[in-house]
């Protein structure tokens, strides 16, 4: 299937000379949701900038459904909805006011009940006569997410949509964004919470340095994480295992006072109870015992700390 989105050899240099995006490449499939993970610094927002065309391209392309978003412009904008990283409202327009302005300028018919839908879907239709100076942050970044949507979208690019937005308010924020890949919308979103990209994205990026580490289908990333680990310390250091556990991935540490056993979480009989009987029969007791599940997190960590050193 051709993608929606296809980012071929991107790179940004900007003014100062600071190289922002190197070679990026990627394709975005219609109807998906992607997550771009990255330190600050890393180059997602200028990535979706340049997508949105926001920002002038250094060397490659970017095509909209198969359209150039420099030399179609007009467009490849027009089927985009942006949600900005930066709060930018007029603060004496109201909130009904400020999303049917932003639906007149991408040239849609009025549309009162869609309005009234969107604003309703965001908890905002209470609010509708307030002026945009009188909400607070959180509702603030919805406001920007009813502007986003306003003409119908077919892509929304969302550059934090949560960033400083209540759990509560997160949590509907999700169901938004869900619904919105029901009803087909292709959303690419970057977080600094992993949670949120665990939660809602169908693939994961990370991004750092203005390089795609890694693009991976979230499943898959979650069947790498599947690894629990079970930590052991023991009374009396050992040097060997006992024969009966020879055939286990177990480790020893700790001048041979503790034991790390890795075993896959999704498994129904993990051998945690064969290999604790294996150490009792063998005459080794136990002082303490700790199990632990690699994250989305330690990945991400790990990625961006082998990239920097
Ligand atoms: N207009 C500009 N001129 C020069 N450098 C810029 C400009 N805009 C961004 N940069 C630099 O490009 C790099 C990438 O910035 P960008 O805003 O894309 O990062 P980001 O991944 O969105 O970070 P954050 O998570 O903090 O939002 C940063 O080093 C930033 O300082
Ligand atoms: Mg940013």
Same mark, same amino acid.
């Given at each position: 299937?051709?993608?929606?989105?296809?980012?071929?050899?991107?790179?940004?240099?900007?003014a100062?000379?600071?190289?922002a995006?190197?070679?990026?490449?990627?394709?975005?499939?219609?109807?998906?949701?992607?997550?771009?993970?990255?330190?600050?610094?890393?180059?997602?927002?200028?990535?979706?900038?340049?997508?949105?065309?926001?920002?002038?391209?250094?060397?490659?392309?970017?095509?909209?459904?198969?359209?150039?978003?420099?030399?179609?412009?007009?467009?490849?904008?027009?089927?985009?909805?942006?949600?900005?990283?930066?709060?930018?409202?007029?603060?004496?327009?109201?909130?009904?006011?400020?999303?049917?302005?932003?639906?007149?300028?991408?040239?849609?018919?009025?549309?009162?009940?869609?309005?009234?839908?969107?604003l =309703?879907?965001?908890?905002?239709?209470?609010?509708?006569?307030?002026?945009?100076?009188?909400?607070?942050?959180?509702?603030? =970044? =919805?406001v920007?997410? /009813?502007?986003?949507?306003?003409?119908e979208?077919?892509?929304?690019?969302?550059?934090?949509?949560?960033?400083?937005?209540?759990?509560?308010? =997160? $949590?509907?924020?999700?169901?938004?964004?869900?619904?919105?890949?029901?009803?087909?919308?292709?959303?690419?979103?970057?977080?600094?919470?992993?949670?949120?990209?665990?939660?809602?994205?169908? $693939?994961? /990026?990370?991004?750092?340095?203005?390089?795609?580490?890694?693009?991976?289908?979230?499943?898959?990333?979650?069947?790498?994480?599947?690894?629990k680990?079970?930590?052991i310390?023991?009374?009396?250091?050992?040097?060997?295992?006992p024969?009966?556990?020879?055939?286990?991935?177990?480790?020893?540490?700790?001048?041979?006072t503790?034991?790390?056993?890795?075993?896959? /979480?999704?498994?129904?009989?993990?051998g945690?109870?064969?290999?604790?009987?294996?150490?009792?029969?063998?005459?080794?007791?136990?002082?303490?015992?700790?199990?632990?599940?690699?994250?989305?997190?330690?990945?991400?960590?790990?990625?961006? /700390?082998?990239?920097?050193?």
């Amino acid at each position: 299937m051709e993608p929606i989105i296809d980012i071929q050899n991107l790179t940004k240099k900007y003014a100062d000379g600071y190289l922002a995006l190197d070679n990026v490449s990627a394709q975005i499939a219609a109807g998906e949701i992607i997550a771009l993970l990255g330190p600050n610094g890393a180059g997602k927002t200028t990535l979706i900038s340049i997508i949105c065309g926001l920002t002038t391209i250094t060397k490659g392309t970017v095509s909209i459904d198969g359209c150039d978003v420099v030399s179609e412009y007009r467009k490849a904008r027009s089927i985009i909805g942006l949600v900005p990283q930066e709060l930018m409202l007029e603060p004496f327009e109201t909130v009904l006011g400020t999303v049917k302005l932003s639906r007149g300028l991408f040239g849609q018919k009025a549309d009162p009940g869609y309005i009234e839908k969107i604003l =309703r879907q965001l908890s905002l239709w209470d609010r509708r006569s307030t002026q945009i100076r009188e909400l607070s942050g959180g509702m603030k =970044r =919805r406001v920007l997410i /009813a502007k986003a949507l306003s003409h119908e979208p077919r892509i929304l690019f969302l550059d934090e949509p949560t960033a400083g937005v209540d759990v509560d308010m =997160r $949590r509907e924020t999700w169901e938004v964004i869900k619904d919105l890949k029901r009803s087909g919308v292709t959303i690419v979103l970057t977080t600094h919470y992993i949670e949120e990209a665990e939660e809602i994205a169908d $693939r994961i /990026a990370v991004i750092n340095s203005g390089r795609v580490l890694l693009i991976e289908e979230k499943t898959e990333l979650m069947k790498r994480l599947g690894t629990k680990q079970l930590s052991i310390d023991i009374n009396q250091p050992i040097s060997e295992l006992p024969l009966t556990l020879a055939d286990c991935d177990i480790q020893i540490e700790n001048n041979g006072t503790r034991l790390i056993y890795k075993y896959d /979480a999704s498994m129904k009989q993990a051998g945690v109870t064969a290999v604790l009987s294996a150490l009792n029969e063998a005459g080794v007791s136990i002082l303490d015992l700790q199990t632990y599940q690699s994250s989305l997190e330690d990945i991400f960590v790990g990625l961006v /700390a082998e990239e920097t050193t």
